[in-house]
């Protein structure tokens, strides 16, 4: 039994299957559009103006199809060649039962043939068929040594066993069942050339579809990878339209677009001028941190002798907070730290949209 075959073939199938999508998908469209061809939505539209139209939806969609399906088929190919390839082992490396005798003549018997049962099932077990090297006399057994029986058909009126014979012509199979328990009878025909017919018929078939289309629906290596970024392109740009459209509706977002992107020459100038008149002056920045934010040090100068350490931070913090409410600025959580009169702590500047919209909802 020959189940792991050429990769060719594999390819054959793939590429079969996306033809057959591709132009199901083709011949839906285009007929769904046919039916309304009469509709008041498309009065205006000339014969030519309508058919050009509905080429450019068939022509996007097939051509998505056509994408998606070159995006899996390498890992289906693999996919499909593992399996078979695994049933091959399977087959060709079972290792029939030892020591198996005659129940008729108890004389040794040889192997005639061999099946896999239950293929592709986890259950799949090779079945070896022995024959009495004296009186043909044939068993069956699973390579675990498993012996098979068959198992009668059971009437489906009354579920009783039902008896079969069979007649064999040159072209026609016909057996017979009837049941021993009551009148249930059943006839079952196949017929070889009827079957050899379609087969040919379907095989002719799909090699016409494979000369036909292969070319126009299935990528090859050249094409298929830049088509996949293309695609993947134009998919990626939708959703960050999508996105931006959601984000212009959000007012989290509105009132974040609408801060103040300060530099820092002009912080420095906004927070001298709102904080001197309470008695804070000598404002200086430190070095900036040039990390996901900008982080700068300062200190500054408190003038007023009367006011005591406590009261000299929460004043401080509260005059920054509130001047850089409208900023993209923040005092640091950390706040203010008093020493003999000189204030320090640290601001943050945020860039980022999403962090922008966290300061605005809080």
């Not at 050429?6 to 469209?29: A, F, M, P, V």
């Not at 090699?207 to 292969?214: F, G, I, M």
């Not at 920045?285 to 350490?309: A, C, L, S, Y």
């Not at 005059?319 to 204030?343: A, F, Q, V």
Request: hydrophobic content about 25%; proline content about 2%.
């Amino acid at each position: 039994m020959q189940y792991l075959k050429q990769e060719q073939l594999y390819i054959d199938r793939y590429d079969l299957h996306t033809i057959e999508e591709c132009l199901k998908w083709y011949w839906d469209i285009k007929g769904g559009f046919e039916k309304h061809r009469n509709d008041k939505d498309f009065e205006k539209y000339t014969k030519k103006k309508f058919d050009t139209e509905v080429h450019k939806v068939t022509s996007y969609t097939v051509n998505v199809i056509k994408i998606q399906r070159y995006r899996h088929k390498a890992e289906t190919l693999k996919e499909w060649m593992d399996r078979d390839r695994q049933m091959q082992d399977k087959f060709d490396n079972a290792i029939p039962p030892d020591d198996i005798y005659c129940k008729e003549c108890t004389l040794p018997t040889k192997v005639t043939s061999k099946d896999l049962m239950n293929s592709y099932e986890e259950n799949a077990q090779v079945l070896f068929m022995f024959e009495c090297v004296k009186c043909k006399k044939k068993q069956a057994l699973y390579e675990d040594g498993t012996e098979w029986h068959y198992e009668e058909p059971k009437c489906p009126e009354c579920k009783s066993p039902m008896t079969s014979k069979s007649k064999d012509t040159k072209e026609v199979l016909t057996t017979y069942y009837s049941c021993s328990n009551c009148s249930y009878k059943k006839k079952d025909i196949y017929d070889f050339k009827k079957s050899r017919k379609e087969r040919e018929a379907r095989e002719a078939r799909d090699e016409k579809l494979l000369t036909e289309y292969r070319k126009g629906f299935c990528l090859d290596e050249v094409e298929g990878p830049r088509a996949v970024l293309n695609l993947d392109n134009i998919v990626r740009f939708v959703d960050e339209m999508k996105e931006k459209e959601k984000k212009e509706k959000n007012p989290i977002f509105q009132k974040s677009k609408q801060l103040k992107k300060l530099k820092v020459v002009q912080l420095k100038e906004l927070l001298e001028k709102s904080i001197e008149k309470d008695g804070y002056k000598d404002l200086q920045f430190g070095k900036p941190e040039m990390g996901q934010f900008v982080i700068i040090d300062f200190t500054v100068n408190d003038t007023k002798d009367e006011r005591q350490e406590y009261d000299s931070e929460n004043t401080l913090k509260k005059l920054i907070k509130s001047r850089l409410e409208d900023t993209t600025w923040r005092l640091m959580s950390e706040g203010i730290h008093y020493r003999l009169g000189i204030l320090s702590g640290r601001l943050k500047a945020y860039e980022r949209e999403e962090d922008l919209m966290k300061l605005i909802s809080g």
